[in-house]
C-alpha cells in the first residue's frame, strides 16, 4: 500500500540553524501538506502546495519556512534560522486533489528538537 | 473561521466498555467534511473516516460507529467493546469549502485509555 514517508525521523539542531525536513508524498497525489504538532497540543496546519506553488498557509507559516518541491517526488520544507519554539513534530501529508475535502494521508512524522 | 471543539481531554474505560468520543464543530461553509485520526502512541496519524456535510447517515465498521448531526454540529465517535489497542490519541478534523478549503482543521484531541 502507498505510504508518505519522511527522513530524517528525529532531527535536533541548535538554535539560529537551518534545517531540511523531507517527505516523499504517495506518487499519483497532487496537493502536498506540512503541518505540525508541538508536544502534547493538537495539529496545526502550516501550508499546502499544488501545481509547484503554495495554494494556502497559515499564519503559523512566515518568513522562516518555505516548501519546495525539487525534484517529481520530493517535498521539502526549510526553516531558516530555528528558534526553541520551532521544537515540534512535522507532519508531511498528501492527497488526491481531485475531489474537495479528500482524504489527507499523513508521513510518519520528522520530531525536530531545537536546543 | 473554522473550529473544532473536542472537550473530554482524557477518557479512561476499562477493557469491552463502549466509549464515545464527542467533538463538537464550527464553520459557516455550507458544504464541508468531518474527519477522524487515531493518534497512537508511535506518533503517526491515522486516518479513520470522512464524512460529506450532506450526508448524515452513520456509518458502522467493525467496532468503530460515527454519528454525525447536523442539528447539533457534531460528529461523535463510538468504540463497542473496547480493547487496549484502541489506547490512542482521537482527533476530529474539518475542512470546508471555501478559502482555506485543503486544510484541516484540527481540535484538540481526546486521549482515550483502555485498562485490561
Known amino acids: 500500500e502507498p505510504e508518505v514517508t519522511q527522513t530524517p525521523s528525529h532531527q535536533v539542531t541548535q538554535m539560529g540553524q537551518e534545517v531540511i525536513l523531507r517527505c516523499v508524498p504517495i506518487s499519483n497525489h497532487l496537493y502536498f501538506y506540512w503541518y505540525r504538532q508541538i508536544l502534547g497540543q493538537k495539529v496545526e496546519f502550516l501550508v499546502s502546495?499544488?501545481?509547484?506553488?503554495?495554494?494556502?498557509k497559515s499564519e503559523i507559516f512566515d518568513d522562516q519556512f518555505s516548501v519546495e518541491r525539487p525534484d517529481g517526488s520530493n517535498f521539502t520544507l526549510k526553516i531558516r534560522s530555528t528558534k526553541l519554539e520551532d521544537s515540534a513534530m512535522y507532519f508531511c501529508a498528501s492527497s488526491e486533489g481531485t475531489t474537495l475535502g479528500g482524504e489527507q494521508y499523513f508521513g510518519p512524522g520528522t520530531r525536530l528538537t531545537v536546543t | 473561521a473554522q473550529k473544532v471543539t473536542q472537550a473530554q481531554t482524557e477518557i479512561s474505560v476499562v477493557e469491552k466498555e463502549d466509549v464515545t468520543l464527542d467533538c463538537v464543530y464550527e464553520t459557516r461553509d455550507t458544504t464541508y467534511y468531518l474527519f477522524w485520526y487515531k493518534q497512537p502512541p508511535s506518533g503517526e496519524l491515522v486516518f479513520l473516516i470522512r464524512?460529506?456535510?450532506?450526508?448524515?447517515q452513520n456509518e458502522i465498521s467493525g467496532r468503530y460507529s460515527w454519528n454525525f448531526q447536523k442539528s447539533t454540529i457534531s460528529f461523535n465517535f463510538t468504540i463497542t467493546a473496547s480493547q487496549v489497542v484502541d489506547s490512542a490519541v482521537y482527533f476530529c478534523a474539518l475542512s470546508g469549502s471555501g478559502a482555506g478549503s485543503y486544510q484541516l482543521t484540527f481540535g484538540k484531541g481526546t486521549k482515550l485509555s483502555v485498562i485490561p
Open positions: 502546495f499544488y501545481n509547484n506553488e503554495i495554494s494556502e
Open positions: 464524512r460529506n456535510s450532506f450526508d448524515e
